[in-house]
């Protein structure tokens, strides 16, 4: 049995004040025997002290949103993996769409920042997905399975560091998910083609789905087999609807 796991992508919302109401407001609801591992990520400057008061008992881990390709030197407004890993940073989100589409950043460089992150020890969320024009052109399976290349470089120890989140583009943000059916099958190739290096790993990798996942909807997209819990966005920022979330992945 694979463990589930939700993540909360704050994006570029929450002020500090706001970020720590709302963890003390989770972490409140959830009982010391949820065994759903819940990762906060907020804007850089929150991770500290949001992490401080994240309590791992409750399987509350901090997460970033993006780091550095680069190790470290003079890169104005960069933040790398090593500074992430000494604020007691335990996962960190690469390649979601909106890094991919609005900061330009390339395959090459998703690799970059995957070796720095699993270099410092933080597990990496590797998102991945197709757009809505590629759907309709039934290419969505040969998106998914080029973005998955960067991880076929890894070692199988680096493997097993990896959290995949399959997220839709035409899903994210938009108040259309994947249906539960459709969800189930990417996250069924996914596994399959991880299978082809190795079958354990693809057996024991957590797969997240993301993309306009609510209250509503999500108990019915984590009870497909090949889903082990998501990555939300907006439905992340409401403590009621969160917990919603997190008890329907419990
Ligand atoms: C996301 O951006 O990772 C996401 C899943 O957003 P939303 O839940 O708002 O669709």
Redesign the pocket.
Known sequence: MRQKIVAA?W?LNKTLSEGIELVKFLQLKVNEYDKVIKIICPTFPLLYPIGQVLNKEKNFYLGAQNCSAFEKGAYTGEVSASILKSVHCDYVIIG???RRSIFNESEEILKRKLERALNENIKAIY?VGEELEQRKNRLQFDVVEKQLENIFSLNNEQLSQIII?Y?PIW????GVNASPKEAQEMHRFIREIIAKKDTNIANAIPVLY????NAGNASQLFSQKDIDGG??????LKGEEFIQIIYAAS
């Open positions: 992508n994006k979601h769409s909106e998102c989140a997220e899903a994210i943000g938009t993301g993309g306009s996942c990555l939300i966005g907006s439905a992340s």
